[in-house]
T-cell receptor, first 110, second 114 residues
Framework: DTAVSQTPKYLVTQMGNDKSIKCEQN?????MYWYKQDSKKFLKIMFS???????INETVPNRFSPKSPDKAHLNLHINSLELGDSAVYFC?????????FGPGTRLTVT | AQSVSQHNHHVILSEAASLELGCNYS??????LFWYVQYPGQHLQLLLK??????LVKGIKGFEAEFIKSKFSFNLRKPSVQWSDTAEYFC????????????FGTGTRLKVLA
């Protein structure tokens, strides 16, 4: 059984488009995260939700909007995509300070 | 400012060589410490963690790490690496309470030559 799943796995789109990435966890965790991993593998936290409530919002452009319809899901919507948004986006869920990562979504903006 | 430094960005070793990857952190208060591994094309997986107690912690696949509080360090070690250990290794820190924020290091790319 997949613990943390993300869709899609790959996303290729043009500048200016709007796209969404979905994340689901079946671990029963209360806390979920979005991370961005750039081409140099640097991993940076973007958002975190605890029980559907936004608790961490790092200095991310407001073109990025997370949504948590329930504690098992955390989606990421990106408006007006830019070249610099190209990266791998990882969703994670957390319990007892351990993080469980999804497989990642490789976003390529052309 | 909260930060995690991994001094070795790229490490190349031959099989059976010993490994030590450095990790230093700057974080107010008591911390939880982690090492995660990312195999090529895969997601991050927990290798080992330190919450409290014995500062020498053992993880999966023969890895261990030692927490030295006075040096703000949590170095990762393995006595004999294998080709399958080729991966990116990330050190991470979070506070023991009051926050859900993780700070990750920049990663160390390990290549093990067969």
């Amino acid at each position: 059984d997949t613990a943390v799943s993300q869709t899609p796995k790959y996303l290729v789109t043009q500048m200016g488009n709007d796209k969404s990435i979905k994340c689901e966890q079946n671990l029963g965790h209360d806390t979920m995260y979005w991370y961005k991993q750039d081409s140099k593998k640097f991993l940076k936290i973007m958002f975190s939700y605890n029980n559907k409530e936004l608790i961490i919002n790092e200095t991310v452009p407001n073109r990025f909007s997370p949504k948590s319809p329930d504690k098992a899901h955390l989606n990421l919507h990106i408006n007006s995509l830019e070249l610099g948004d190209s990266a791998v986006y990882f969703c994670a869920s957390s319990s007892n300070y351990e993080q469980y990562f999804g497989p990642g979504t490789r976003l390529t903006v052309t | 400012a909260q930060s995690v430094s991994q001094h070795n960005h790229h490490v190349i070793l031959s099989e059976a060589a010993s490994l030590e990857l450095g990790c230093n952190y700057s974080y107010g208060g008591t911390v939880n410490l982690f090492w995660y591994v990312q195999y090529p094309g895969q997601h991050l997986q927990l290798l080992l963690k330190y919450f409290s107690g014995d500062p020498l912690v053992k993880g999966i696949k023969g890895f261990e790490a030692e927490f030295i509080k006075s040096k703000f360090s949590f170095n990762l070690r393995k006595p004999s690496v294998q080709w399958s250990d080729t991966a990116e290794y990330f050190c991470a820190v979070t506070a023991t309470s009051g926050t859900y924020k993780y700070i990750f290091g920049t990663g160390t790319r390990l290549k093990v030559l067969a």
